[in-house]
């Protein structure tokens, strides 16, 4: 939890279009809401995402890849520029790039992921067209911890589901499934910065939960 009177700080890693972050911006405008977004960082210099970050007057920073030897240096820099902006916690928000322990060592708990499926179903990339080809009646969104594990194996915070449709393409699903995610996502993040969540074992408790 976060001293009383102060927000939790929050940074927000991103490489595209970033309607998630706009979600997150949107929920921290208000100033009831008990975290705020300090920094979003890009990996591609061109993000969409950038720009909506300017547009809440929030730091927009990229990291690029390019400038760094390898994976490890490349995490070690986003992990350096979140301590020095004292970041409570970490929200991936269609950030395309697997963090190593270098980084999820660091943020240990205090970094989250949001995927479009029901994990541990469908990770990894093209979530909508795994869940269309596998003939899911059902699939949804997660917001769950990073962990060393592989892609998208983090403990689950939240998730939230909706109906697959005979007809559905990768689009109408997705758009559908996005919809859940702007809303599931401010929702974890509140739950954190009022210090209810606790992991045990793959478990995430949430207190005042029945
Ligand atoms: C979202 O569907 C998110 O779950 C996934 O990538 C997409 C990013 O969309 N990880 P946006 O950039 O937040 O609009």
């Known amino acids: 939890m976060t001293p009383a009177g102060s927000r939790l700080r929050v940074a927000v890693l991103v490489s595209g279009r970033g309607s998630n972050l706009q979600a997150l911006l949107d ?76 980084f999820t060592r660091a943020f240990a708990g205090r970094a989250m992921n949001i995927h479009p499926s029901l994990l541990p179903a469908f990770p990894g990339l093209h979530p909508h067209r795994q869940a269309l080809d596998h003939g899911a009646k059902v699939s949804g969104a997660t917001v769950h911890f990073l962990d060393e594990g592989a892609v998208d194996t983090g403990p689950i915070i939240l998730q939230a589901s909706v109906a697959v449709q005979p007809d559905d393409t990768e689009d109408t699903l997705s758009a559908r499934i996005l919809t859940e995610e702007h809303r599931l996502y401010p929702e974890a993040v509140r739950l954190f910065a009022e210090g209810r969540l606790s992991v045990v074992g793959r478990r995430v408790l949430v207190k005042g939960d029945r």
């Open 27 to 102: 929920a921290s405008a208000n100033a009831e809401y008990p975290a705020e977004v300090v920094v979003v960082i890009s990996d591609r210099e061109r993000a969409a995402a950038l720009d909506r970050a300017r547009a809440a007057g929030v730091e927009a920073l990229v990291v690029s890849p390019k400038d760094f030897a390898d994976r490890e240096t490349f995490d070690l820099a986003l992990v350096r520029e979140l301590t020095a902006r004292r970041v409570g916690l970490v929200c991936s928000a269609g950030f395309m790039r697997i963090l190593s322990s270098a």
